[in-house]
Structure formats: structure tokens, C-alpha cells
């Protein structure tokens, strides 16, 4: 059996006036109980918090799109 662990948080963005949403995901997947749990966790939160740095740079890039009138 291999199990998976998922965690999400929604947090406001932008002015407390408006009504902008983001939410952040972390998904780990395919744990294995058989093997130790600790180097599997590692490892899924280091890929994680590389993605996060993506995804936070990509949503910056879309936000400043948006205010400067685009979209």
C-alpha cells in the first residue's frame, strides 16, 4: 500500500477591498510505509518548495499583467 498526504491553504491577495483569492497546494504522493518515512517526506518538500517558487514568481508575473491593464 502507498499513501498520500495532501494540505492546502486559501489566502487573500491584493487590497483587503477586493475579492482576490490565491491557494497553495502540496500534494505528496506514493509514500511507502515499507521504507523510512522521513527521507521520502524530505525529498517531496524540497521539490515542493522549488515548485512554490515557480508557481509564486508565475503569479506575480500574472498579477502585474492584470494591474497594468492587460487580460
Known amino acids: 500500500?502507498?499513501?498520500t498526504v495532501h494540505a492546502g491553504l486559501t489566502f487573500h491577495m491584493?487590497?483587503?477591498s477586493g475579492n482576490q483569492y490565491g491557494r497553495v497546494d502540496v500534494t505528496l504522493t506514493d509514500i511507502d510505509p515499507d521504507q523510512p518515512i522521513a527521507p521520502q517526506?524530505?525529498?517531496g518538500k524540497a521539490t515542493a518548495a522549488k515548485a512554490f517558487d515557480v508557481i509564486v514568481a508565475e503569479i506575480d508575473r500574472e498579477v502585474d499583467i492584470i494591474l497594468k491593464g492587460g487580460r
Open 41 to 43: 517526506i524530505a525529498a
Open 14 to 16: 491584493g487590497p483587503m
Open 1 to 3: 500500500m502507498k499513501v
